[in-house]
């Protein structure tokens, strides 16, 4: 029997993404966003951590539905700036997924970083949680550098401006399955899927 799987996120794209991950993991499961439960709100991320975050949403949508929950919380880590901005790289610009001015404003900040000193990474921890309040994580890195320009039409966020550690391309520049295969997430969620078989065994 299917277990169907709860994503704790309204963003199509992660839903897609994690859905191609898993079934390259082997996992057969039916997995939904939470836009298919459209009565439960959205959880507010006040953790202090991306694991903090995570385990929030997932523990709050687990209880919610009565099924196996997934959440995520992921971001872009920048040397020069402390790790910003990290927990807050889905609003630095104000607004909660503006894509668009949260690129335009990290890159302004950025404008007389030179290309030595534009080390970043991607981070994200991902967490299952089980209605009984058992929970796993697990987290994952995409190291990289960050071009002066964005380029590339794929991805979401930060894609366009992030060109991993030995690519001549930025994230946005690579197809889908080249980039589940070194992201952040594709290695988080490819941690979490023993921890899935083993929960859900």
Same mark, same amino acid.
């Given at each position: 029997?299917? $277990?169907r799987?709860?994503?704790?996120?309204?963003?199509?794209?992660?839903? $897609?993404?994690?859905?191609?991950?898993? +079934?390259?993991?082997?996992? @057969?499961?039916?997995?939904v966003?939470?836009?298919?439960?459209?009565? !439960?709100?959205?959880?507010?991320?006040?953790?202090?951590?991306?694991?903090?975050?995570?385990?929030?949403?997932?523990?709050? =949508?687990?209880?919610a $539905?009565?099924?196996? +929950? !997934?959440?995520? @919380?992921?971001?872009?880590?920048?040397d020069? =700036?402390?790790?910003?901005?990290?927990?807050?790289?889905?609003?630095?610009?104000?607004?909660?997924? @503006? @894509?668009?001015?949260?690129?335009?404003?990290?890159? +302004?900040?950025?404008?007389?970083?030179?290309?030595?000193?534009?080390?970043?990474?991607?981070?994200?921890?991902?967490?299952?949680?089980?209605?009984?309040?058992?929970?796993?994580?697990?987290?994952?890195? =995409?190291?990289?550098?960050?071009?002066?320009?964005?380029?590339? $039409?794929?991805?979401?966020?930060?894609?366009? !401006?992030?060109?991993?550690?030995?690519?001549?391309?930025?994230?946005?520049?690579?197809?889908?399955?080249?980039?589940?295969? !070194?992201?952040?997430?594709?290695?988080?969620?490819?941690?979490?899927?023993?921890?899935?078989?083993?929960?859900l065994?």
């Amino acid at each position: 029997m299917t $277990t169907r799987l709860v994503l704790a996120t309204r963003n199509a794209h992660k839903v $897609t993404e994690l859905r191609a991950i898993l +079934a390259d993991a082997g996992v @057969d499961s039916e997995l939904v966003g939470a836009d298919a439960y459209p009565q !439960i709100p959205d959880v507010k991320e006040t953790g202090v951590t991306f694991a903090e975050n995570a385990l929030l949403k997932a523990h709050a =949508l687990a209880e919610a $539905t009565g099924l196996p +929950a !997934i959440a995520d @919380d992921s971001g872009l880590c920048v040397d020069v =700036l402390g790790g910003a901005p990290g927990i807050f790289s889905a609003r630095w610009a104000g607004r909660h997924g @503006d @894509d668009l001015a949260n690129l335009d404003l990290l890159l +302004a900040q950025l404008g007389d970083i030179e290309h030595p000193h534009r080390a970043a990474h991607f981070a994200c921890a991902a967490a299952l949680a089980l209605p009984d309040g058992t929970s796993r994580v697990a987290e994952g890195l =995409l190291r990289g550098t960050l071009r002066h320009q964005p380029a590339g $039409t794929g991805g979401f966020g930060y894609d366009p !401006i992030l060109q991993p550690d030995g690519e001549e391309r930025t994230c946005a520049e690579l197809s889908a399955a080249e980039k589940n295969a !070194i992201s952040h997430r594709g290695k988080a969620f490819r941690a979490l899927v023993p921890m899935l078989a083993e929960l859900l065994a």
